[in-house]
């Protein structure tokens, strides 16, 4: 059995689907479980319309352009009397009959229910697309066999049930049919529906292949595999043929997107290879995870952008001490926050984290009690694993830096970015 994972980027028009479904192709005798993503930018699209429905916007504007999209590729795939467009109408009318009874709901809940969608509408297609065009397909929803908490943007798999689920049912289904379904959703003990956090189709796919005992997962992507740098920033930047779950867990931690953090894990534990392949050229090796990395290769330069720096100061002529440190990742635990970069020193503690939802503003209210807090929006972590003095002349030329660390293997640096970064001016 193996899983492929297809994210937006590999459907986000019609020329795209033709081409996932020429890839699926050349694996057709082979038992497949397919998790594909939300359409191009569909997700981003989706989270839109929630805050469009809150804010009291035009919503309906907003799901009229979503709508518009996914008919435009559909267009592009099938006939015109096709009955998948009956099917997509159904699901349209059935998000804005869910708005309009959904002002009285907790906007998490919303969201989730909302942002489903896009992976729903997508499947939806390219099932019957496969259907068609290349080999039979059963079309499942994930909800019934992804389990969760009751977190519903970062959902918390229950592994027992999800497992159970998924090696009771799917293995009989991928008899004689390829099995697609969506990455990123799950449901919780009341059936709502929850996600696994943005970009969770990549652990969508490890969630499947543990739970099958899969032999691979295999994620299609639009570059050539892991690589060195992002290519579109660094122009020599280089593939990275072979690499342990070790190394690539903790390329994600630092912040590379090629792969979803909460991939490796349940992956490395179950001993299921993962490849990072390119869509576009699907002969082509790409980058192989697996217990053995090939040891040396060039450094390797991850950005995360969107990060804050807060520095919490003690105010009462005393130290940052145990107690105080306690009390500052006490509030990050429970806010579910994850610390990028930290240092302290005497009389202050500071720390980079994402800038995601409201969670910064939720912990500078909990602490701003016991602590003197500044903060800085805006900012870049550029990590360097496997650095040299070569990598780090690469990036002299950050200018404005806050923080800056070496430990032996990985060199951070938090930065103001310029306007117009060197690279980026180069890629666009
Ligand atoms: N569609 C979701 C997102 O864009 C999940 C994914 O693509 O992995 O975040
Ligand atoms: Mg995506």
């Not at 099932?127 to 908490?149: F, G, M, P, S």
């Not at 490849?275 to 995870?289: D, K, S």
């Amino acid at each position: 059995m193996k899983v492929f994972k297809f994210g937006g980027a590999s459907v986000k028009d019609a020329p795209s689907v033709k081409n996932v479904a020429e890839v699926i192709k050349q694996f057709c005798n082979e038992e497949l479980v397919v998790i594909v993503s939300a359409m191009g930018k569909t997700t981003n699209a989706l989270e839109e319309l929630v805050q469009l429905f809150f804010d009291k916007g035009d919503w309906q504007g907003q799901l009229q352009v979503i709508k518009n999209f996914h008919f435009d590729i559909s267009n592009g795939l099938f006939e015109k009397d096709h009955q998948v467009f009956e099917r997509l109408e159904t699901i349209f009318e059935g998000i804005a009959k869910y708005l309009s009874f959904a002002e009285s709901k907790p906007y998490m809940e919303v969201y989730s229910e909302m942002v489903s969608q896009g992976e729903l509408l997508s499947t939806r297609i390219i099932r019957n697309y496969l259907n068609e065009n290349i080999h039979k397909t059963i079309w499942i929803d994930a909800r019934t066999y992804v389990k969760t908490d009751y977190n519903y943007i970062d959902a918390r798999v229950d592994w027992d049930m999800t497992k159970r689920n998924i090696s009771e049912k799917i293995p009989a289904f991928a008899k004689d049919a390829i099995v697609i379904t969506q990455g990123f959703i799950g449901s919780n003990g009341e059936g709502k529906t929850t996600t696994l956090g943005r970009e969770g189709s990549d652990f969508s796919a490890a969630i499947f292949a543990t739970g099958l005992s899969a032999e691979s997962v295999t994620v299609w992507k639009d570059v050539p595999g892991v690589m060195t740098a992002d290519p579109r920033k660094m122009p020599d930047a280089v593939i990275i043929p072979k690499l342990s779950y070790t190394d690539a867990s903790e390329m994600t931690y630092y912040g590379a997107s090629i792969i979803h953090p909460r991939t490796i894990k349940p992956l490395a534990q179950n001993g299921i290879k993962l490849y990072v392949r390119p869509f576009n050229a699907p002969e082509e090796l790409g980058t192989v995870i697996g217990d053995e990395g090939t040891g040396m290769h060039p450094a390797s330069f991850i950005l995360k952008t969107k990060q804050v720096f807060i520095d919490f100061k003690v105010t009462d002529f005393t130290f940052i001490d145990e107690k105080k440190l306690s009390m500052i990742f006490n509030a990050l635990d429970q806010l579910n926050i994850k610390i990028n970069l930290m240092q302290n020193s005497a009389v202050s503690f500071s720390i980079c984290i994402d800038k995601k939802f409201d969670k910064v503003e939720h912990l500078v209210q909990r602490l701003s009690d016991t602590f003197n807090i500044e903060m800085r929006d805006n900012l870049e972590m550029l990590t360097v694993k496997g650095y040299d003095q070569e990598a780090l002349d690469k990036i002299y030329d950050r200018k404005e830096i806050l923080l800056e660390q070496k430990s032996k293997d990985v060199y951070h640096l938090l930065y103001v970015p310029e306007k117009k970064h060197k690279e980026l001016s180069e890629s666009a």
